[in-house]
């Protein structure tokens, strides 16, 4: 048997379970699906705290399922989780890319699976902070993964155009996947158009999950998120997001990718600039960041799996407690 490394690199995680024969034991632990527990809800809804105490209560470790967490050096503009949040909870699958390189949803699942395998074999508890629900998805089989070579030419001829020309033209050529893509993130708005341009549109169908998946949702009130965008807009301001940004354009990174990155970016570049007031900036963060809110929460109605709670709710603790002993209570608060 191969012995397991621990790492955050996702890469390494899979190099080294690769081709590892599980010895008896592990044989009959895996006689029936991993479980898992997802925590999904909108941004700032409390995703992060959530994970730390199941993971603390129930000997859990964390997988951050977050498209920008996985680069180094976005840590403000991300609110990425910091070692003093961890409380010593182990978090994977944060600070495994350079922000130079794209990490894709291909990326994600592979690393997961093998965090997943790594963390079960210890007899932990996979926890996953979900924030791309389409990363999510992917991991839990909800969505496929189409295997659409780059295109070179195509993308060139599309980094012509702006935002606005990018997601038409996507509505045009796959209307399912435009309602939920990041509509302001360029470079996936791009990829999607030239999957889009080969299959037509992303096939829904579902394969078989490979774990046995309970997914908590947190439900949050419009006024709360926004008082709370708010907030994170002023922490953020004050904790140095600006600096964060004038080191990351002294690393070389580029003022077009941090702006790809996502509009918290963006607008801390225009405020840099002097192209906003930081009231100006607040308001804008707090008007972007409830979009967004509202894109995930179209995302996630569609599954109906999910059972959705407040946050400080501890029925939490009692429904993971029942996932453990098999007891799944039918009942599911809609949202």
Not at 236 to 250: D, F
């Amino acid at each position: 048997m191969v012995e397991l490394v621990y790492t955050y690199d996702s890469k390494s995680y899979a190099a080294r379970l690769e081709g590892s024969t599980p010895s008896r034991g592990t044989l009959v632990s895996n006689r029936k699906k991993p479980k898992v527990v997802t925590v999904v809800g909108p941004t700032a809804s409390g995703k992060t705290d959530l994970t730390i105490k199941l993971a603390e209560h129930f000997a859990g470790e964390v997988i951050s399922a977050d498209s920008r967490q996985v680069y180094c050096g976005l840590d403000i503009g991300t609110a990425k989780v910091t070692p003093e949040e961890m409380a010593g909870i182990p978090h994977h699958l944060i600070d495994v890319a350079d922000v130079q390189t794209i990490y894709t949803a291909a990326d994600f699942k592979r690393g997961a699976s093998a965090a997943i395998a790594d963390i079960t074999s210890r007899g932990k508890l996979p926890i996953i902070a979900g924030g791309t629900f389409f990363y999510v998805d992917a991991l839990l089989g909800n969505v496929q993964l189409p295997e659409v070579p780059p295109n070179e030419t195509l993308r060139a001829e599309l980094e012509e155009k702006d935002i606005t020309e990018l997601l038409a033209l996507l509505t045009e050529l796959d209307p399912t996947r435009a309602q939920t893509i990041d509509a302001q993130n360029k470079r996936r708005l791009i990829r999607a158009i030239e999957i889009a341009e080969v299959l037509g549109s992303v096939s829904a169908e579902k394969t078989e999950c490979p774990y046995e998946v309970l997914t908590i949702g947190l439900i949050t009130e419009k006024e709360t998120l926004r008082e709370r965008f708010g907030l994170r807009a002023k922490n953020w301001l004050e904790g140095g997001l600006l600096q964060e940004v004038e080191g990351l354009l002294a690393q070389g990174i580029t003022k077009g990718r941090l702006q790809e990155i996502g509009f918290e970016y963006t607008l801390a570049l225009e405020l840099l600039d002097g192209g906003i007031t930081e009231e100006q900036f607040t308001q804008k963060f707090i008007e972007k960041n409830w979009q967004y809110a509202k894109r995930q929460l179209t995302w996630l109605k569609r599954d109906q799996t999910i059972r959705w709670f407040d946050k400080d709710d501890k029925k939490i603790f009692e429904e993971v407690e029942g996932f453990y002993s098999r007891r799944f209570p039918r009942a599911v608060t809609s949202y």
